[in-house]
T-cell receptor, first 111, second 112 residues
Framework: QQQVKQSPQSLIVQKGGIPIINCAYENTAFDYFPWYQQFPGKGPALLIA?????SEKKEGRFTISFNKSAKQFSLHIMDSQPGDSATYFC??????????FGQGTTLQVKP | EADIYQTPRYLVIGTGKKITLECSQT?????MYWYQQDPGMELHLIHY???????EKGDLSSESTVSRIRTEHFPLTLESARPSHTSQYLC???????????FGQGTRLTVV
């Protein structure tokens, strides 16, 4: 069964730091790689997504970097804030087109 | 306001009971999904619907069943709940497969 490997499992940074979360995926015929943010007791919400016709996409303080040859993509959070403390999930399409989620990264941003 | 709703939010039920988890969306999305998520773990797709009268099983085997009689409604049923079914169940919808999926707040199910 296809997998998406996400790391690290947890991350603690100081306010203003730049946490980086990495994901690696297996072969897929589809091109859509989203990141979701989930707060406790809530469902995941789409944070940012990339289609790999570009190697980088930036929305506000959030940036996705994409390396198609290495089958890897990462999320960078610039000037992180305590309100960014949440669990982050990457996802990649399986060969059947269904999204497979990574294991999640719990981020804590200390004031 | 367009949204996706799940009820109940929390459910504690005894072994052997039949349960239905409700999911409704007001966005007119054709694609709807059910995911299962254990605490601190990834989401696993258990059911998927392309549209009315179209359902298929996801990558994670599940004893639950679903129906899609109306575009906006995608309920999930467990005929006989077991402690192994204890988990969080998340419903989602999207316009197409590779566009933003909107998630409900989830139903946290505990079978005792």
């Amino acid at each position: 069964q296809q997998q998406v490997k996400q790391s690290p499992q947890s991350l603690i940074v100081q306010k203003g730091g730049i946490p980086i979360i990495n994901c690696a995926y297996e072969n897929t015929a589809f091109d859509y790689f989203p990141w979701y943010q989930q707060f406790p007791g809530k469902g995941p919400a789409l944070l940012i997504a990339i289609r790999p016709d570009v190697s980088e996409k930036k929305e506000g303080r959030f940036t996705i970097s994409f390396n198609k040859s290495a089958k890897q993509f990462s999320l960078h959070i610039m000037d992180s804030q305590p309100g960014d403390s949440a669990t982050y999930f990457c996802a990649a399409p399986s060969n059947t087109g269904k999204l497979i989620f990574g294991q999640g990264t719990t981020l804590q941003v200390k004031p | 306001e367009a949204d996706i709703y799940q009820t109940p939010r929390y459910l504690v039920i005894g072994t052997g009971k039949k349960i239905t988890l409700e999911c409704s969306q007001t966005m007119g999305h054709d694609k709807m999904y059910w995911y299962q998520q254990d605490p601190g773990m990834e989401l696993h797709l258990i059911h998927y619907s392309y549209g009315v009268n179209s359902t298929e099983k996801g990558d994670l085997s599940s004893e639950s069943t679903v129906s899609r009689i109306r575009t906006e409604h995608f309920p999930l049923t467990l005929e006989s709940a077991r402690p192994s079914h204890t988990s969080q169940y998340l419903c989602a919808s999207s316009v197409q497969e590779f566009t933003e999926a909107f998630f409900g707040q989830g139903t946290r199910l505990t079978v005792v």
